[in-house]
């Protein structure tokens, strides 16, 4: 299994374009999220899934959109960059919401906003 | 006053001590408990859960006490290896996770 994969690794975008960060699990997860990271902060939950089709709002979700339309997948759309969404993504999954499930972590991607 | 605090560190310390890291959570209603390690540039992974009657893994060792709403982690016999950050995690109202800022260990030879 390749677990949670995430594209791209890096990324500069200039303030006002668009882009989708991609997740794919391998796992059969129910359960996938996106959080940000930023330095003297915990991770913070933007959008959440309980499913295919189904999707929801965490924490910080302005500025970001997501859809859910297969198990495996989970991409992270920003509508226009601004140099606040500057962070380190995180997705992550889990076999369900429950919260003693162990969350999995894909590898990250390093987003820079100009 | 933040829902999960950590000490940031770093604790700097020689390879074989012994260290213990302490985290606070605001809800008193949470369930869930977790150690999370995050190595330098790295993605999160699950030390351990941590349980109301405390538990250990090998070196690791965490506890919980409710009364106090805090969660510790104590490692023993420190190695090179164990220099991370560790995320204390708790699951808030929602049943969602909450993440502490980490507190970072760097153990030095």
């Known amino acids: 299994n390749a677990g949670v994969t995430q594209t791209p690794k890096f990324q500069v975008l200039k303030t006002g374009q668009s882009m989708t960060l991609q997740c794919a699990q391998d796992?059969?997860?129910?359960?996938m999220s996106w959080y940000r990271q930023d330095p003297g902060m915990g991770l913070r939950l933007i959008h959440y899934s309980v499913g295919a089709g189904i999707t929801d709002q965490g924490e910080v979700p302005n500025g970001y959109n997501v859809s859910r339309s297969t198990t495996e997948d989970f991409p992270l759309r920003l509508l226009s960059a601004a140099p606040s969404q500057t962070s380190v993504y995180f997705c992550?999954?889990?076999?369900?919401?429950?919260?003693?499930?162990?969350?999995?972590f894909g590898p990250g991607t390093r987003l820079t906003v100009l | 006053r933040k829902e999960v605090e950590q000490d940031p560190g770093p604790f700097n310390v020689p390879e074989g001590a012994t260290v213990a890291f302490n985290c606070t959570y605001s809800n008193s209603a949470s369930q869930s408990f977790f150690w999370y390690r995050q190595d330098c540039r790295k993605e999160p992974k699950l030390l351990m859960s941590v349980y109301s009657s405390g538990n250990e893994d090998g070196r690791f060792t965490a506890q919980l006490n409710r009364a106090s709403q805090y969660i510790s982690l104590l490692i023993r016999d420190s190695k090179l290896s164990d220099s991370a950050t560790y995320l204390c995690v708790v699951s808030g109202a929602t049943n969602k996770l909450i993440f502490g800022t980490g507190t970072l260990l760097a153990v030095q030879p």
């Open positions: 992550a999954s889990s076999y369900t919401a429950g919260p003693r499930d162990t969350q999995y």
């Open positions: 796992m059969n997860h129910e359960y």
